[in-house]
């Protein structure tokens, strides 16, 4: 549950920063120079090995540099324009003497299954998040795999394995 929650307030503080309070600083494509620091910082990671996916070249990227205790950058980075129906990840950075440090990543993988929660509809969805320091709640230097919805092939709020959860992402993709 500790995962969940963590992925909760991920996804909260997401909304606000798109929600216009001016936190971001509107959205971009990752050709743009601003975001060259933070593409640095990525690819000095072998995300692959860690399980993250890679990111289109046409994705939609909000940036938020708002130094805080937590990190100084936040990429939102979305696989399409439609924003939540398609795969998207808040990437956050430290700020460097030469630029950005990659510290942690939170993927969302949207499933096309909707059920009932506290009354609201939810879609179903695989989050997979690796953190280098440990201050979202999850173990660090280690992929956490979970899913939440109505799927009893997995277990909602359960650790799971990416090859648990690789085939229904190939599924989910073909449904969408």
Known sequence: MKTRRAFFLIELLVAVFLS???FATGKDLLSDPKLAPMLQAMAAVDRAALGLTPIP??????LDIHPGARHDATLVVFDTSARYHGVYRNIEFRKTATGYTWLREFETHPGPRTF???????HEEIFISYDTTGISGVTPNKLHVSYHGPDSRMVSGKELTLDEVGP?????????
């Open 20 to 22: 216009g309070c001016g």
């Open 57 to 62: 070249t046409n994705a939609l990227v909000y």
């Open 116 to 122: 009932t929660q506290s009354g609201h509809t939810a």
């Open 168 to 176: 229904i992402l190939i599924e989910w993709s073909q449904k969408h």
